[in-house]
């Protein structure tokens, strides 16, 4: 349950911090007018459509947590999964966008997503849920 515990914290913030930053960018390069309905829409957008990514996240942590990495490897491949899930989860919303094309502004929405998850990836030790996941698995 730790693994589950520690993905929905890592879902929590790549769908709330986001958001913030680029209000606040917009709001010192462009004068975003609303920065607060900016926040709540974007929050709202990216609870559905990173949704899927988030179940995709959770097993990974959960199946992560039973093998026996380090925690750099353990943090590495979630970086590079979420990395992805954030790409699938902007292709869901910008419909196609590996049919279309990139969009404008579509770069800076990704990197801005993904720089937040991996950087709460590396920060948030997962220490707990090593142990407890092992335990799961080793009670089946």
């Given amino acids: 349950m730790k693994a589950f515990e520690y993905a929905l914290k ?11 930053v680029l209000a606040f960018y917009f709001t010192v390069t462009q004068y975003e007018a609303e920065p607060l ?4 829409t974007a929050v709202v957008v990216g609870i559905i459509y ?6 995709i996240f959770a097993f990974m942590c959960y199946c ?12 590495s491949l979630l970086s590079f999964a979420g990395m992805a899930l954030i790409v699938f989860a902007f292709n869901l ?3 196609g966008i590996l049919t279309h094309g990139v969009r404008q502004g579509y770069l800076g929405y990704v990197a801005t997503y993904t720089c937040v998850l991996v950087a709460v990836i590396w920060c948030y030790k997962p220490d707990a849920v090593e142990s407890s ?6 009670a089946l």
């Fill in 133 to 138: 996941a092992v335990k799961d698995i080793g």
């Fill in 50 to 55: 990173s949704f899927p990514s988030f179940v």
């Fill in 37 to 40: 309905s900016f926040i709540l």
């Fill in 10 to 20: 890592m879902w929590q913030a790549s769908v709330l911090l986001p958001p913030v």
């Fill in 64 to 75: 992560l947590a039973g093998k026996n990495l380090t925690q750099v490897q353990q943090k």
């Fill in 93 to 95: 919303f910008y419909d």
